[in-house]
């Protein structure tokens, strides 16, 4: 069988060294970095729709690759996708061709700059294939590595201090993660998600943990979502996002927002409900708690800001929170019933998790591509209060970015509506208070993008606006797939939902809270 997704992750690192000797020469490096980029989303694309009819394996994971790699220690090279992984290949390749596109300014060492963006992609995509932890933390750590220097060298003044936080708060993270992983090979002998997932499902590994290590499981549990709950971020560990999202260059905050921090939920979901659901099912309480506050406390904080990089910062914290608030409403605990509308409950919210993290990848991204082209074209002004008037000079950069932020706000007929909606139907049954009052998030968002659309798309033209440049034809193809697939994703939303849908009911099928 052909290895299709080592090929994949093999790809992007290999240009990322071609990349590397193009030196100087942008448009060298930008095209080394457009054409692997380009294959890598093919290939994406191709696995998906093998998901989706079933191809290669009669299990959930799919193109299985499986060989011993240090036996003694518990390592394998395994990989293998379902729909989850599938579509965060799609969108981790989507993603990073819309951050090589809105990189055409880069002059300073852009052989560099897109050998770190080819590297940070392949750590993606490896990311969302590898099911050995072992294997799977070397990537999750290579994709942290490129984003810092990314960050530091090609970001605003004061990135330095930015990019400091970014990897300090990450990496405190990944030493929870690793030092819980460790625990966990002392008391199993395996690293193996699929035999840990196994193994709690039948309360074995509960057991195994006590007997090696003592009653030490739940704290085992709360260091892997500590892990992951900086990546996301749940509040209170989202400090350092704003200030690295508004310090980053616009392209490395599109592979941030739209990539990166997908990569927490897609922990939360591949390892921390399987393996520690039932721990997590403890905590539900404290951690819906937390979801609720990252819900509507980042739709108010996104509300105070007056810097349109630092607003949609924030409003990415808001809508992250949604698939929190999800997670954790489907970790109930053992003793409540198991029925069908329990399990119709559970299935439509994590339907709504999955498609939230493609539907917002795609959104947040646009609207941090389209931000780059204004602060281009106003030299770097993004105060909200700045603009005013700009759709008389450039009404196809307001309808399109226009586009993207009705997406953001939830409108229907668009991406961002469907995902919220399943999110919403799935968690009221489950945890109605906390649904209650999230919905106030919805209220907030929506009125922060009607306000930066009122803001700086219309009332009066400001004098040094006049010969504001709309969009040019090369700026018009790139910007168009992406807003075709928003509302493609919008009125046909079954295109993904069906293999997701399958996936979620494998998963609901053989988890135990």
Known sequence: MTPVLTILTVIPATAAAVALFAGSRAGMARAVASVATFGSLAIAIWIWLGIRSGLDSSGP??????????PGLGIEYHLGVDGLGALMLILAAIVSLMAIAASR??????????????LLESGLFGTFTALNFFHWFLFWELSLIPAFFLIKLWGAEGSGSAATQFFVYTMVGSVALLLAFLALFVATGSMDFETLTRMAATGELANAIQAHLGPISLWLALAVLL????KVPLMPFHTWLPATYSKAPAPVTMLLTGAMSKMGVYGLLRLALPIFGHQLAQVRTPLL??????????????????????????????????CLLAIFAVAL?????????????QTAALDGVVLQMFNHGLTAAAIFWFLAMLEERSKGDLRLDGFGGLRKPAPVFCGLMGIALFSSLGLPGLNGFVSEFLIFRGVFPLAWMSAT???????????????????VFTGPLPER???????????????APVLVLMLLLGLAPQVVLGAVNATVTQWIAGWRF
């Open 465 to 479: 606006w006049r010969t504001f440049p709309d969009l040019t034809v090369t700026e018009r193809i790139s910007v």
């Open 437 to 455: 009052v999230s919905v106030l998030g919805l209220l907030i968002t929506a009125a922060v993008i009607l306000t930066v659309i009122q803001r």
């Open 289 to 322: 708690v937390l979801a609720t506050l990252t819900v509507v406390a980042g739709a108010w904080a996104a509300a105070a800001q007056k810097d349109l990089k630092r607003i949609f910062a924030y409003s990415s914290v808001n809508h992250l929170g949604y």
């Open 61 to 70: 994971m799919k193109l299985v690759e499986r060989s011993d790699w240090v």
């Open 227 to 230: 892990g992951f709950a900086v």
């Open 105 to 118: 300014k880069v002059v300073t060492q852009p052989g560099l700059y897109f050998a770190l963006i080819l």
């Open 333 to 345: 605990p053992a003793t409540a019933n198991v029925d069908a509308p329990r399990i119709l409950s």
